[in-house]
């Protein structure tokens, strides 16, 4: 049971490759393609730690059906907008009800 509403598809990158300097980068090879996913981009207020100024920090996260396959060495692409992320983490939230979505925390990398 999906409880998140998609508003996009994703494909979910995965793999490096070598470059010709010998560079191991980023593959942006396809594993999966068409995935329905939410993702949402957010925004809090805090206080930088440094200057004492209330800031508004952004940040993505992203929802998945339950047993969706994704690492949190994977990129995902947003096939609406084109942006693409990498994943700083993967959590599952509890349910006593049901089997719950996973939830990725996400940084914009392009």
């Given amino acids: 049971m999906t409880v998140f ?9 995965r793999g490096t490759t070598t470059t010709a300097a010998g560079d191991v980068v980023d593959s942006d090879t396809p594993v999966h393609t068409g995935v329905p ?3 949402m981009e957010r925004t809090r207020t805090g206080i930088d730690s440094v200057s ?4 508004v920090y952004r ?5 998945l059906a ?5 690492l949190d060495t994977d ?6 907008t084109g942006k693409k992320y990498s994943i700083a983490a993967v959590s599952v939230l509890g349910s006593p009800v ?4 996973l939830r990725l925390d996400l940084t914009y990398v392009n």
């Fill in 37 to 39: 996913a939410s993702v």
């Fill in 52 to 55: 004492q100024d209330m800031r």
């Fill in 98 to 101: 049901h089997t719950p979505d």
């Fill in 66 to 70: 339950a047993g969706t396959d994704v």
């Fill in 75 to 80: 990129r995902i692409l947003d096939e609406r």
């Fill in 5 to 13: 509403w998609p508003t996009t598809t994703i494909s979910i990158l």
């Fill in 59 to 63: 940040y993505t996260t992203c929802r």
